[in-house]
């Protein structure tokens, strides 16, 4: 009888021990469940909430596939107006040369043989410094003098150049050029179209101009000069802005 007692108390206390293992066991599940779930939740606080509308349209979609079927957006082309950090093309360049080659070879020569005090103003409209009574159909604001040589100081008008027409073309607008400026009372130098113009034909024809002009300012001193022609040496037969106070001041310029 005793030892009936010993093994039923043995079985009590075996099942006893495996309810407190299984018990134990379960409170781990259910903590692991509630980490997991937990985590489950704030994922969900994290990603934004499905439409419901498109979510019933993609259950729809899966359970019947022959009917319809879902596209997903395509990524919008880039809106042309919106500015990137990319470089906008090159819209404009410089050209190798400024002008075409006879003006720029005349320009060169004005520049080489002009006295100091003397500018060259390209492409006047007769508009700029003539006036008429509005007697005349002439449109002083579309007819130009090609170049117009001017004191630097003031803008006085020393003389117009031009060059000769060799066609039809824009005849008349230089016969027009012409006419204003012998009404002017003022030179008009008129050169080939060409750019093997030299030094010594552009002196011929300014020397007679520039001798006559009133006054010149001594680049060494300020004081006025006059024109002065060389009789012997490598410069006879040039003219020269000679100083007034020479030979004290040696203020010398090529006319």
């Not at 099942?15 to 379960?26: A, N, S």
């Not at 939740?41 to 319809?68: F, S, T």
């Not at 607008?173 to 030094?199: A, H, M, R, W, Y």
Request: aromatic share 8%; net charge negative.
């Amino acid at each position: 009888m005793k030892g009936f007692l010993i093994f039923v108390g043995i079985l009590v206390g075996i099942g006893l021990l495996l309810g407190y293992m299984r018990k134990r066991e379960q409170e781990k599940f259910m903590d692991a469940d509630m980490v997991d779930f937990h985590h489950f939740r704030e994922k969900q606080k994290n990603e934004e909430e499905p439409d419901p509308l498109m979510a019933r349209a993609e259950a729809y979609a899966a359970l019947n596939p022959d009917v319809v079927q879902l596209k997903r957006p395509e990524t919008p082309e880039p809106d042309a107006l919106v500015f990137t950090d990319a470089p906008d093309p090159t819209l404009f360049e410089l050209k190798p040369h400024a002008f075409d080659e006879v003006t720029r070879n005349m320009l060169t020569l004005f520049h080489r043989v002009l006295p100091h005090g003397v500018t060259v103003l390209l492409d006047v409209p007769l508009s700029e410094f003539v006036r008429n009574d509005g007697s005349t159909q002439t449109n002083l604001n579309t007819t130009k003098v090609a170049y117009l040589l001017v004191e630097t100081a003031d803008l006085t008008i020393l003389c117009g150049a031009q060059h000769r027409d060799a066609g039809a073309t824009g005849r008349q607008s230089i016969d027009t050029v012409k006419q204003v400026f012998g009404d002017l009372n003022l030179p008009l130098l008129e050169f080939p179209v060409s750019n093997d113009i030299s030094e010594h034909e552009v002196h011929d024809k300014l020397d007679p101009v520039l001798i006559g002009k009133s006054s010149q300012s001594c680049p060494v001193c300020g004081e006025a000069m006059s024109i002065r022609k060389a009789v012997k040496g490598k410069n006879a037969g040039n003219i020269f802005w000679v100083c007034s106070d020479f030979p004290g001041c040696k203020g010398v310029v090529r006319a």
